[in-house]
């Protein structure tokens, strides 16, 4: 799990260096204003980076090693019964909600509702419309996590390792590179 939190957490510096805040609000914020682009676009490698460690943080396939029916004489399954079973599982998929509410507000723009000008909205109304934008996003990443458990197999111990240590982790120093490059070509540009 170490090797793809560090990779989550270098995919998530380089969306902090962008913004220069650590406040979600700021982030989405960041978004919204100016070009109205989404980090998503400005941050592709990131983002394919977070999404596959939010899998992994999540225990679902193909990372859920912890379960693995097969290969563990259904793992934890067998241990758990009735509501420690129920509780344990919903747990994962309260994390899974966490994990797609986290990438909705950093890579997807949270509240914010593409094509439509919040400013000429009511208050009240662009309050509830940022509430639904941001739910309908967080349903399709859940989504988006069932598709990939069901389509996926299970990778083996040793490559999950060789896909942490050795592909994640050195795209994610890249990605944080390259965005730590552009960043001072254009604090440099806007200085002449």
Same mark, same amino acid.
């Given at each position: ?17 962008? &913004?220069?805040?650590?406040q ?7 978004q @919204? ?7 998503v676009?400005?941050q592709?490698?990131?983002?394919? +980076? $977070?999404?596959?460690? /939010?899998? !992994?943080?999540c225990?679902? &396939?193909?990372f ?10 259904? =793992? ?7 509501? %420690?079973?129920?509780f344990?599982?919903f747990?994962?998929y +309260? ?5 797609? !509410? @986290? ?5 997807? =723009? ?5 094509f439509?000008?919040?400013?000429? #909205? !009511?208050p009240?109304?662009? /309050? ?8 309908? %996003?967080? /349903? ?7 598709? @990939? ?5 299970? $990778? ?9 240590? *050795? &592909?994640?982790?050195p #795209? ?5 590179? @390259? ?6 070509? *254009?604090?440099?540009?806007?200085? $002449?």
């Amino acid at each position: 799990m170490i090797s793809y939190e560090l990779a989550m957490g270098l995919a998530l510096i380089a969306v902090l260096m962008m &913004t220069g805040t650590l406040q979600m609000s700021g982030i989405v914020a960041n978004q @919204v204003r100016g070009h109205n682009l989404w980090h998503v676009i400005l941050q592709p490698l990131g983002f394919m +980076i $977070f999404f596959v460690c /939010a899998l !992994a943080e999540c225990n679902r &396939t193909p990372f859920d090693l912890a379960e693995a029916e097969n290969e563990l004489n259904f =793992g934890y399954h067998q241990e758990y019964s009735s509501m %420690k079973l129920g509780f344990y599982l919903f747990a994962e998929y +309260i994390n899974m909600f966490i994990s797609s !509410a @986290v990438m909705a507000t950093l890579y997807f =723009g949270g509240y914010d509702i593409p094509f439509v000008n919040e400013a000429n #909205l !009511a208050p009240n109304l662009a /309050a509830i419309l940022g509430v639904v934008a941001l739910l309908a %996003k967080i /349903a399709f990443f859940i989504f988006v996590f069932m598709w @990939v458990r069901w389509t996926i197999p299970r $990778f083996r111990y040793d490559q999950l390792m060789r896909l942490g240590w *050795k &592909t994640l982790i050195p #795209l994610a120093l890249f990605n944080m590179l @390259v965005t730590a490059v552009i960043i001072l070509l *254009k604090q440099n540009h806007w200085r $002449f």
